[in-house]
């Protein structure tokens, strides 16, 4: 079973700078069945993007995926205030799916 | 426009079960898989299972095997998750979501999300 690691656990940034959010996992991992997701607190997660690169709908440019084998990233350009929220990883692999643990971006 | 709404919160005592459903409109709902995610309080997200609407064929995550029992209601374009012999720890919000489909392709994500169903297990 594959695990899904994400780091860093918290950043925290300006509006306007550049968030990098990785997720690792413990085997190499399909580029096609990588998935991040936003949540905000109270809310039910919003899914960003999907087979690693490939934005949801409504989902602006501003946010990109990237990543293949054991490396995945999610990149958040020209961060806004209502960027602040947990993002997921997950992976779909063996049947299961499976869910990093999140990382929290923080707005200043 | 398309939704996904479900049940009401619920209370249940140790060892108990618990039913959540979750009602779907505004697309074919035999068309899309069918997810259930769980996010304890403060914690992350955790997949319990996928429901297949149109022959109901179910796929659940090792953990929840022999507890938790998908189902679902072509008449009413309902699914539904059963969790029985419930512990503290399964107190949780309790989330459905629709799988991403496109071009008669599967994608692995879930796009529609239900707004969660609240369950304590509580004595």
């Known amino acids: 079973e594959v695990v899904l690691t994400q780091s860093p656990g918290t950043l925290s940034l300006s509006p306007g700078e550049r968030a990098t959010l990785s997720c690792r996992a413990t085997?190499?991992?399909?580029?096609?069945?990588l998935a991040w997701y936003q949540q905000k607190p109270g809310q039910a997660p919003r899914l960003l993007i999907y087979?690693?690169?490939s934005r949801a709908t409504g989902i602006p440019d501003r946010f990109s995926g990237s990543g293949s084998g054991t490396d995945f990233t999610l990149t958040l350009s020209r961060l806004e205030p209502e960027d602040s929220a947990v993002y997921y990883c997950?992976?779909?692999?063996?049947?299961?799916?499976?869910f990093g643990q999140g990382t929290k971006l923080e707005i200043k | 426009q398309v939704q996904v709404v479900q049940s009401g919160a619920e209370v249940r005592e140790p060892g108990a079960s618990v039913k959540v459903s979750c009602t779907t409109s505004?697309?074919?709902?035999?068309?899309?898989?069918m997810q259930w995610v769980r996010q304890a309080p403060g914690q992350g997200l955790e997949w319990m299972g996928t429901?297949?609407?149109?022959?109901?064929?179910?796929n659940y995550a090792h953990k929840f095997r022999g507890r938790v029992t998908m189902t679902r209601d072509t008449s009413t374009s309902t699914v539904y998750m059963e969790l029985s012999s419930l512990r503290s720890d399964d107190t949780a919000v309790y989330y459905c979501?629709?799988?991403?489909?496109?071009?008669?392709?599967?994608?692995?994500?879930?796009?529609?999300w239900g707004q969660g169903t609240m369950v304590t297990v509580s004595s």
């Open positions: 505004g697309y074919t709902f035999t068309t899309y898989y």
């Open positions: 429901i297949t609407p149109s022959g109901g064929a179910t």
């Open positions: 087979d690693t690169s």
């Open positions: 979501a629709r799988e991403l489909r496109g071009d008669g392709h599967n994608y692995c994500a879930f796009d529609i």
């Open positions: 997950q992976y779909f692999g063996s049947s299961q799916y499976t």
């Open positions: 085997q190499s991992a399909s580029s096609y069945y």
